[in-house]
C-alpha cells in the first residue's frame, strides 16, 4: 500500500510583528532618500511623515486597522503600515436629482428629466425612487462606485505625502516650480508584501535599485547582508547582541554602563 502523500499548507504572510496577512491585504513600505538631514530635524520629519501618510491611508479607507509608522536617519525617512487593503471596498452612495414634480406627470410617468437623470447614472427610470428631504419630495439613484486598486491611489497619495512633510526651511534642486525638501532626494520608492515592487521617477531623480532584496517585513527585525533594520529600537537590540556574541568569541566583556540605555 502506497503512502498518501500530503501537499504541505501555503505559508501565511506576516506583517513585521510575526502576525498573519489576510488575503486582500499588503503591508506597505515607503522609503525617501536624500542627502543628509540636519540631526535635530529627523525625529520630528519621522513624526509628520508618520500623521500625514496616516491621515491619506484613512481618507482613502485603505488602511484596515493598522497605524502606520514612520523612522528617520540622516540619510532617509522610512514608513511601514502593517495591513493595507490592496484594493479599496466598493461603495454604494445615493444620489438625489431633480424635484418628484420635474420627473413625474401627472399621471406619474416619468418626463424627459427623469430619463436624462437615469441615463446620466446608467440606469433605466425604473431604478429611480423618490426620497423625502427638508425641501420636498425629489428623485434618487443609487449608485454602486467600485473601489480602485491600492497602487493607483498609492501613487498619488504618496508624492503629495512627501511634499506635505513641513520643514524649518527648504530647498529646490529641479527648478523654482519643483518639489521643496529640506535636502535634494535621492530616491523614493514604495512596495506592498504581495511582492510587487513600484516606483516612479521624475526629471532630475536619481534612479536607485532598492536594498530591499524581499516583499516580506522580515527585514525589519532579521539582519542580513543585503537588508536594513528600520526601527532605531531593533537597530539598538541587534547591535547589542552582536557585540555581546563578540565579546564571548573573544572572551571579552562589555562594560556595565551599556545597559539601561535602550539595549537588551
Request: aromatic share 8%; hydrophobic share 40%.
Amino acid at each position: 500500500m502506497k503512502a498518501e502523500m500530503k501537499t504541505p499548507a501555503p505559508a501565511h504572510k506576516q506583517d513585521h510583528t510575526g502576525a498573519p496577512i489576510k488575503a486582500g491585504f499588503a503591508e506597505l513600505f515607503l522609503e525617501v532618500g536624500c542627502e543628509e538631514i540636519p540631526a535635530g530635524m529627523i525625529a520630528a520629519a519621522a513624526k509628520e511623515l508618520q500623521v500625514i501618510l496616516n491621515k491619506y491611508l484613512a481618507l482613502e479607507k485603505l488602511a484596515d486597522g493598522g497605524e502606520a509608522l514612520a523612522f528617520g536617519a540622516p540619510r532617509r525617512l522610512v514608513a511601514t503600515c502593517p495591513r493595507v487593503r490592496l484594493k479599496q471596498e466598493d461603495v454604494q452612495r445615493q444620489i438625489n436629482g431633480p424635484p418628484k414634480s420635474a420627473a413625474f406627470d401627472g399621471q406619474n410617468a416619468p418626463t424627459r428629466v427623469a430619463e436624462g437623470f437615469a441615463a446620466k447614472y446608467g440606469v433605466g427610470v425604473e431604478r429611480l425612487f423618490i426620497v423625502s428631504t427638508p425641501r420636498g419630495e425629489y428623485v434618487a439613484v443609487e449608485q454602486l462606485v467600485p473601489g480602485r486598486a491600492a497602487a493607483e491611489r498609492l501613487a498619488e497619495i504618496i508624492p503629495r505625502a512627501i511634499a506635505e512633510i513641513p520643514w524649518p526651511k527648504t530647498m529646490y534642486w529641479t527648478g523654482a516650480s519643483g518639489l521643496r525638501f529640506i535636502r535634494p532626494i535621492r530616491w523614493r520608492w514604495w512596495l506592498c508584501s504581495e511582492g510587487a515592487r513600484y516606483a516612479w521617477k521624475s526629471p532630475g531623480w536619481l534612479p536607485v535599485r532598492p536594498r530591499w532584496v524581499t516583499a516580506s517585513s522580515a527585514n525589519l527585525r532579521l539582519p542580513s547582508a543585503d537588508t536594513t533594520i528600520i526601527s532605531p529600537g531593533s537597530r539598538r537590540i541587534t547591535c547589542w547582541r552582536c557585540q555581546k556574541d563578540a565579546a564571548k568569541k573573544g572572551s571579552a566583556s562589555l562594560p556595565s554602563s551599556r545597559r539601561g540605555r535602550g539595549f537588551a
